[in-house]
Antibody, heavy 121, light 109 residues
Framework: QLQLQESGSGLVKPSQTLSLTCAVSGGSISSGDYSWNWIRQPPGKGLEWIGYIYHSGSTYYNPSLKSRVTMSVDRSKNQFSLKLTSVTAADTAVYYC?????????????WGQGTTVSVSS | QSALTQPASVSGSPGQSITISCTGTNSDIGVYNYVSWYQQHPGKAPKLMIYNFINRPSGVSNRFSGSKSGNTASLIISGLQAEDEADYYCNSYTSRIWMFGGGTKLTVL
């Protein structure tokens, strides 16, 4: 069974860059049947989709975050990454990576456990 | 981008049925068959419960079902159990992005 595991900086200073990685195990990130996504959840609030990346490296970001987001994929390490620049306290959240089914189901079927990122000086 | 509207909270007694609505527009729910529902227990990652409005992934209880009417999607939970107490989120495609509803807290009385 495929699993996702987030890792990265848990505490980031304002104006700096948040960096997270999602390791994929039990399956290959190179399948064309999926996109690989980042979703976040501020404390006590709802879910916000950040964007996706395909195994080819093609990306699409939520327009609300597009100017600050970069996603990348490393097929050799079977992982994908998120960078969010110029962070503020509003970026404090649990960040999830999730697999999205493209073959007709169109849903986030597998999620990582989430990693908490706090923005504070 | 418009928001998907969910009630903040719903409640029901064990054994009862409840419905959680998710109201969008004719730019999202009204035109795309890509609505999914997620269950989230405190401190846990969301779990896929329904996709494409009405389909259940393998392993999800058949007490969970979905429907669509116009610009509104609904999640129906029958035979409520204590373990169903959680937050529920709908999600829909619109204009190349995936948008979540604000979430509904289900309390089992």
């Amino acid at each position: 069974q495929l699993q996702l595991q987030e890792s990265g900086s848990g505490l980031v200073k304002p104006s700096q860059t948040l960096s997270l990685t999602c390791a994929v195990s039990g399956g290959s990130i190179s399948s064309g049947d999926y996109s690989w996504n980042w979703i976040r959840q501020p404390p006590g609030k709802g879910l916000e989709w950040i964007g996706y990346i395909y195994h080819s490296g093609s990306t699409y970001y939520n327009p609300s975050l597009k100017s600050r987001v970069t996603m990348s994929v490393d097929r050799s390490k079977n992982q994908f990454s998120l960078k969010l620049t110029s962070v503020t306290a509003a970026d404090t959240a649990v960040y999830y990576c999730a697999r999205f089914l493209l073959g007709g189901e169109y849903a986030f079927d597998i999620w990582g456990q989430g990693t908490t990122v706090s923005v504070s000086s | 981008q418009s928001a998907l509207t969910q009630p903040a909270s719903v409640s029901g007694s064990p054994g009862q049925s409840i419905t959680i609505s998710c109201t969008g527009t004719n730019s999202d729910i009204g035109v795309y068959n890509y609505v999914s529902w997620y269950q989230q227990h405190p401190g846990k990652a969301p779990k896929l419960m329904i996709y494409n409005f009405i389909n259940r992934p393998s392993g999800v209880s058949n007490r969970f079902s979905g429907s669509k009417s116009g610009n509104t999607a609904s999640l129906i939970i029958s035979g409520l159990q204590a373990e169903d107490e959680a937050d529920y989120y709908c999600n829909s495609y619109t204009s190349r992005i995936w948008m979540f509803g604000g979430g509904t807290k289900l309390t089992v009385l």
